[in-house]
């Protein structure tokens, strides 16, 4: 596990762009994508990997689940020297009828494939069609369990792919640990022809929510001189 500017939001190397420098805010993910994306904006979290039951409910849609993950995950990472602590949960779903209350029967929702198979059979299915990236984003605060939540839903859509094509990205292995069996943020940028809605959030954090609730909680962008 690596920490992260223990005292406040920015490292000695890190620029002060957010005001409290001192908020000590905790980012409740192993995610190295996560962070990397905190940090693209100026933000410089301690890194706190949480351990947490991710079974999916009988019944539950995937909205529910993301959201319920990334409440579960920041409210585990709650501890007295952190001020913020921030969770987020991203699933890949397919399919599904579109519901009055806009929720989606019959979907399904992708998670990290077992073994190069399973991301062959996961990138065959997503081939020329067009799913949703789901994220839920929690903030909690160290003093109160109370928080803010939000999940947001990205359409993307994947070019018509060839079993060469597909047998060529699972043989560089990056799909075999990332829901969905593709990350577009790496090689796997080749298998989209378009996207709808958030990128950040497709790879795995939303950036222009995740601030707005950050900054409900007090952080102001700032001059650095």
Known sequence: MENFSKNGLNGPSVPTFWSPSTLRLRLASASQRRLTLLQQVGLNPEVWPTHVDETLWPGENAHHYVERMAKTKALAGLAPEVDLVLGADTAVVLGGT??????????????KPTDANEAVAMLTRLSGKVHRVLTGVAVFADHEHSGISVVVETKVRFKILTIHEINAYVATQEPLDKAGAYAIQGIGAFLVAHVDGSYSGVVGLPLFETLEILQSFGLTFCSTR
């Open 98 to 111: 579109h519901q009055p209350d806009g929720s989606y029967l019959g979907e399904e929702i992708m998670g």
